[in-house]
């Protein structure tokens, strides 16, 4: 069974400046995605960004971007330019296309302050 | 607006009573998904339907019963609910299960 580890409960950052948010997952499959999703306080949850295993590039998306380390099972977040609107909390989610089927596991999340 | 619709948003029940959660969604998907939020755990997936199939029960109490009339409709009849079903239930469609999810605003159950 696949496992999604967020380390972090709780970070902060000051406002323009930059954060990183760790994940790390375990699976035995070679093909899959990986996801990270916001989820501001009126609970929308959002998709932010997405990587395929598959892809050695990073994925990015504006001011978001990934480490994927796929030896390591590591995806970290990192924002730049951080905005306050960018408070949330953030999950980590992983899907698998073998034994997973049809099945995004999320992490707990990383509840995300911005400081003006 | 997201596209996927959540009614109520807020919802209080005695354990005896019945009541039903509504979710629609807009975006043309052919998947959606029943999640369960609680607090201080991850998201965890409760049902999936795929083309108003069920193809997922991810191990959920028979008091949790779900309805898919058709793709853009989906239902989450409750009943005899225990207080540790108290929490915060969203929906989510795709274009297929492959597909990034698109999440419902949610309804936050209480139950007395």
């Known amino acids: 069974a696949q496992t999604v580890t967020q380390s972090q409960p709780e970070m902060s950052v000051q406002e323009a400046e930059t954060v990183t948010l760790s994940c790390t997952y375990d699976?035995?499959?070679?093909?899959?995605?990986l996801f990270w999703y916001k989820q501001p306080p009126s609970r929308q949850m959002i998709l932010v960004i997405r990587q395929e295993a598959y892809k050695q590039q990073n994925a990015t998306e504006n001011r978001f971007s990934v480490n994927f380390q796929k030896a390591a099972k590591s995806f970290s977040l990192k924002i730049s330019d951080s905005q306050l609107g960018d408070t949330a909390k953030y999950f980590c989610a992983f899907w698998g296309s073998g034994g997973s089927n049809y099945k995004l596991t999320f992490g707990k999340g990383t509840l995300l302050t911005v400081n003006p | 607006e997201t596209g996927v619709t959540q009614t109520p948003r807020h919802l209080v029940m005695g354990m005896t009573n019945k009541k039903s959660l509504k979710c629609e969604q807009h975006?043309?998907?052919?998947?959606m998904y029943w999640y369960k939020q609680s607090a201080k755990k991850p998201l965890e997936l409760m049902f999936v339907?795929?083309?108003?199939?069920?193809?997922e029960n991810n191990s959920v109490p028979s008091r949790f019963s779900p309805e898919c009339p058709n793709s853009s409709h989906l239902f989450l009849h409750l009943h005899t609910l225990q207080p540790e079903d108290s929490a915060l239930y969203l929906c989510?469609?795709?274009?297929?299960?492959?597909?990034?999810?698109?999440f419902g605003d949610g309804t936050r159950l209480s139950i007395l």
């Open positions: 989510a469609s795709s274009q297929d299960v492959a597909q990034p999810q698109h």
């Open positions: 975006l043309g998907h052919n998947a």
């Open positions: 339907y795929n083309f108003k199939e069920q193809t």
């Open positions: 699976t035995s499959e070679n093909n899959y995605y």
